[in-house]
């Protein structure tokens, strides 16, 4: 049969290389010369830290593609970062959007987001607390629970920065964010009068 090393044939086939083992050929896949049968990769050389490692795996935080009878290529994959956020109507809910899916990790903590009201004016400045809604799905959010006290007057904003990227992770790679974004700015909706309880 075809695509085992050996043709119909009996031509050993592109990409292979065979040993006569007792009565029967036995072939295997070459890595390192970069053709590709049913490895998952083959850059051509026997190389670590390409994306192509010297077994022919693809290594973790790397993406690799081939076409034809080509050398893969191998890119790393860029780690998820913050990108945008929203609120709720009420203000009461914050969501962060990563430029693809994160899982968070059971270690972090409210503390590992750094959250102030910005364009307040009032000398006396508004209260901000918020909790994580926990979640341990794969995501492209993560959700904050507010709690504001204080009056809004409605040209206020929110700032947010990750303080902690270690326990937010690329879930395909097991990569903690290598990336911190700067900081992103979520606008208050207008005219909340919250903190009556
Ligand atoms: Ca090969
Ligand atoms: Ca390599």
Known sequence: MDGD??????KI???FECS?????????????????????????????????????TIEIGWNCT????????????????????????????LTLYFSSEIRASENLTKENFNLKIINNPLTDPVELNWTIIPNDQ????????????????????????????SHIYDPSHRFPLLYLSSKIIAVLNSSQFQGQQ
């Open 20 to 56: 006569i083992n007792g009565s029967k050929d036995q072939c295997k896949e070459v890595c390192g010369d970069g053709i590709v049968r049913n490895l998952a990769c083959d850059d051509g050389n026997s190389e670590p830290n390409d994306g192509c490692s010297p077994t022919c």
């Open 66 to 93: 081939t076409t034809g009878n080509n050398p893969s290529l191998c890119t790393k994959i860029d780690s998820p970062y913050l990108t945008t956020a929203s609120l709720e109507k009420d203000n009461s809910q």
């Open 13 to 15: 086939e592109m990409g």
């Open 138 to 165: 794969v995501s492209n959010s993560i959700l904050l629970k507010l709690n504001i006290k204080g009056q809004l007057y409605g040209i206020e904003s929110i700032e947010i920065s990750i303080m902690d990227v």
């Open 5 to 10: 090393g050996c043709s119909r044939q009996c």
